[in-house]
């Protein structure tokens, strides 16, 4: 075994505990971790779900959203499962370099960060579309996306996750009385005539389109690994995980069922839209705080993945020396500037971040966990016996890892296909211009 593979799955942890460390690591709860998490990924489900519920009807909808949420648990057990296995493992790229050597472990690491950055411009989006609704669109959209990514940039800077957990508590509470607001304003102005659709036959790209929405919902695991690698008790790890998944799960059906009923199926997406003009500007000022915090989350991962892999176990890491902090500056300042410019300048970037999501998501939230079951349970259960001894437990790691291609197979068709269909209709919008 190589020095590198063994730094990257061995025994050492990934941040050392030492007391003359002027940066300190290991100080996350499993409270901060599910907060930090559910600031994360419930502003993706709330803008998104209902609109699905429009597509397939509201019963296969609910028990996709209901049944992706526990399914999610079930993989996050397996990740959580995996690292406590693989102490140093520190990154999605760390892991498939365990598995499948160095190209994998590049490939990973790459769709991390490409994950993580289009989530900032994602979330930098949101920011423009509140802010421009705020203003009733009196304000230049590029400016604002400027506005929005400087601020976060500034969230961004901390080294250490603990120094976030404030504003977690902060932004998760702010998107979970959004989401309320909302459907206060949703039941205190019905759509008049409304149509409900209980359940409906669809052709595989509109449906398939659809699903991605809950799918994509609870796509948080590919940061479980940073998250946990900067908890005192990892062991914890899983209390956080019951948490997100179940907070997400009640709130995205209780969000999607309540915003369906009264919109009906002319509900958008992002749902908000869909609300009165004071309603919509209440909760999209709400939220706002909530979209900033999630850019810059998005942003502060990208950076301590690439921060670590350059100076895993240096002095950099630990001390406040002056390369350390121009090089994380540096790192989370290029962060921000590509998801601005992807943002300002890409007329077809929210059809890329449906790609990245099918491509990379996909796997990280679904397919690779069962691979991290079927790996370690092979090296460290006994081989192939191992696994015959548990064929249950195989069986759901394999349709586990098949589930995972198929949506990253058909997520990305239905993306492609939906750029296609765009440019041809002449749908594509040009970049920010004021």
């Known amino acids: 075994m190589t020095a590198e593979k063994q730094d990257s799955g061995g025994s050492r942890d990934v941040f050392a505990e030492d007391d003359v460390h002027q940066i300190q690591y290991k100080t996350l709860s499993w409270q901060a971790v599910s907060l930090l998490m559910i600031a994360e990924i419930v502003s993706n489900g709330i803008l998104s779900l209902p609109s699905a519920l429009a597509v397939v009807g509201i019963v296969p909808a609910v028990i996709l959203i209901v049944f992706l949420g526990i399914f999610g648990l079930f993989t996050a057990k397996l990740l959580i499962d995996f690292k406590l296995n693989h102490p140093n493992v520190h990154t999605m790229g760390d892991a498939g370099y365990i598995m499948f050597g160095p190209v994998v472990r590049e490939v990973l690491a790459f769709g991390t960060v490409a994950f993580a950055v289009f989530g900032s411009g994602s979330e930098l989006l949101s920011s423009q579309q509140a802010l421009s609704t705020l203003s009733n669109q009196g304000m230049c ?10 601020i976060a940039f500034l969230i961004s800077l901390p080294r250490t996750l603990d120094r976030l957990a404030w504003m977690g508590l902060l932004s998760a509470a702010v998107i979970t009385l959004a989401g309320f607001i909302a459907m206060i304003g949703a039941g205190a102005n019905p759509v008049p005539g409304r149509s409900l659709t209980v359940t409906t036959s669809s052709n595989f790209f509109d449906a398939f389109l659809a699903v991605t929405n809950p799918v994509f919902a609870y796509a948080g695991h590919f940061m479980f690994f940073i998250l946990i690698s900067e908890m005192r008790r990892p062991e914890d790890a899983m209390k956080a995980a019951w948490c997100l998944q179940g907070f997400a799960t009640v709130f995205y059906a209780v969000f999607s069922i309540v915003m369906y009923v009264y919109i009906g199926n002319t509900v958008q997406s992002p749902a908000l839209f869909s609300l009165p003009p004071a309603w919509a500007k209440a909760t999209f000022g709400i939220a706002l705080a909530n979209f900033l915090f999630s850019s810059g989350l998005y942003t502060h991962t990208a950076a301590k993945l690439v921060f670590v892999r350059i100076f895993r176990h240096s002095e950099h890491v630990y001390s406040h020396t002056l390369l350390g902090w121009t090089v994380w500056t540096l790192l989370c300042l290029a962060g921000v500037a590509i998801a601005i410019i992807l943002a300002i300048a890409v007329p077809i970037f929210s059809y890329l971040i449906g790609i990245a999501a099918a491509l990379f998501a996909a796997w990280y939230t679904y397919g690779l966990a069962g691979f991290f079951w079927l790996h ?50 002449g749908q594509v919008g040009r970049p920010f211009v004021c």
């Not at 590029?142 to 990514?149: C, E, R």
Request: aromatic share 8%; proline share 2%; hydrophobic share 45%.
């Open 141 to 150: 959209s590029m400016y604002l996306v400027i506005i929005t990514g400087a």
């Open 376 to 425: 370690d349970v092979y090296h460290l259960k006994g081989g192939v016996d191992g696994l015959k001894r548990r064929p249950i437990g195989t069986t759901i790691a394999v349709l586990t890892v098949i589930g995972g291609t198929f949506i990253c197979v058909a997520g990305t068709y239905v993306s492609i296909k939906l750029i296609v269909g765009a440019y041809a209709n």
